[in-house]
Structure formats: structure tokens, C-alpha cells
């Protein structure tokens, strides 16, 4: 079987075409609204979005059914191109992290990093990462398996998990919702660092 090429199911385009892509899209209103506005607040980076194949690979290789809501708003519009490191103005929920968010860089990537790993999140939180504090363990972003219509975005540390299936408690209660989609997630990124050092920064509107 070839391997299989991400790059294939990826398409990239400027900050014009990427706010076609949003506006031609069958999105809620609201969040069309946050994805032009990311988009807006970096008007010079390239942006990317994703077809139904490599969702279909990401699901044969985790081994889990992805909620649709994901697949539709990643298809219209994913992220930038490259992917940064980013930083968000702020949650807008309370979570333990909410005091240090300015200290917070996520790196976006879909996907258990190993078994075990998958063990914790999926077995026992029912949560697929989408991306994690670099170079720590002690904040990840997440989307609900338990509940596919829930489209908020989920916030925890890895450590908090594990503690609470040592001690026998509900592992999801240290589950956070911090932002109420993926979109509004997107909107609230004010920094961002390339693969090549560059820093951006949101665009003063």
C-alpha cells in the first residue's frame, strides 16, 4: 500500500481565497464570523483547509469516528500554512490554566501520540486531542467523543487525568470547556510563531 501523502489532501490559499472559502461555506453565521476574522488577523500568512480523505485516514488510524462538525469546519477552513505555534488573548471559559494563559503556546495537532496515551484520552476521557501546550504535558485542547454534538473545545492536563484514574475518580472532571468551537477558538489566537522563528502578531483591526 503507498504511503499516504497529507500534503495531497491539503489545499492552501491566500487570505483572499481563504475568506471565500468561509463565506461559500454552509458554516452557522457565527462562526463564518470568528473564521473571517482569524483570517483577518493575519492577513499575510498563507491558510489551509482539509478534504474528507485525510479525516478518513485520521479515523482508520486512531481507531475513532470524528464528530462531523469537526470535519466540516476543518474542511472549510483548518488553519494557517505552515502550521505555527500560537498563543490566544484568552479562554472564555474558567479553566485551571486561565491565570498562565499568556504563558500558553499550543502546538495543533490531531491525534494520540502513542497507546498509552490513547489509553487515558480515549478510553477512559473520550477526547480527541487536537493540540497541546509545546513541549509540556500540562495543557491540551480536545473535542468530546462522549458527546459528538458538542462542539466546544475542551481544555486539560494530562497529569490531572491520570491522577484521577489512579484516585478512582471520574476522569472528566478535570475536562474543562474553554471555547464554544473550534472557530471561536481560531478568533481568539493573537501570536503565532513559523517553523522558521518568525513571530506574527494579530493585525491591529
Known amino acids: 500500500m503507498p504511503e499516504f501523502d497529507r500534503e495531497q489532501h491539503v489545499t492552501t490559499g491566500n487570505s483572499t481565497e481563504a475568506a471565500a472559502w468561509v463565506e461559500e461555506s454552509t458554516l452557522p453565521g457565527e462562526q463564518k464570523g470568528e473564521l473571517l476574522r482569524f483570517v483577518a488577523n493575519f492577513p499575510s500568512l498563507r491558510f489551509s483547509k482539509e478534504d474528507d480523505e485525510l479525516f478518513d485516514r485520521l479515523e482508520e488510524t486512531d481507531q475513532v469516528?470524528?464528530?462531523r462538525w469537526l470535519r466540516d469546519v476543518r474542511k472549510t477552513l483548518t488553519f494557517?500554512?505552515?502550521a505555527m505555534r500560537v498563543r490566544v488573548d484568552d479562554y472564555t471559559h474558567l479553566c485551571p490554566?486561565?491565570?498562565?494563559?499568556?504563558?500558553?503556546?499550543?502546538?495543533?495537532r490531531l491525534g494520540y501520540a502513542d497507546e498509552e496515551q490513547r489509553e487515558l484520552f480515549f478510553d477512559e476521557a473520550q477526547v480527541y486531542p487536537i493540540g497541546s501546550w509545546w513541549g509540556t504535558d500540562r495543557s491540551y485542547l480536545a473535542v468530546d467523543l462522549e458527546n459528538p454534538a458538542d462542539e466546544r473545545i475542551f481544555e486539560f492536563a494530562s497529569e490531572d487525568l491520570l491522577d484521577n484514574s489512579i484516585d478512582g475518580r471520574p476522569v472528566r472532571g478535570s475536562v474543562y470547556p474553554v471555547f464554544d468551537s473550534y472557530a471561536q477558538f481560531l478568533a481568539?489566537?493573537?501570536?503565532?510563531?513559523l517553523p522558521?522563528?518568525?513571530?506574527?502578531?494579530k493585525k491591529q483591526q
Open 97 to 108: 490554566r486561565s491565570d498562565a494563559v499568556e504563558k500558553v503556546w499550543y502546538e495543533l
Open 65 to 67: 469516528t470524528l464528530p
Open 196 to 201: 522558521d522563528g518568525t513571530v506574527v502578531r
Open 80 to 82: 494557517v500554512y505552515p
Open 188 to 193: 481568539h489566537i493573537v501570536e503565532g510563531e
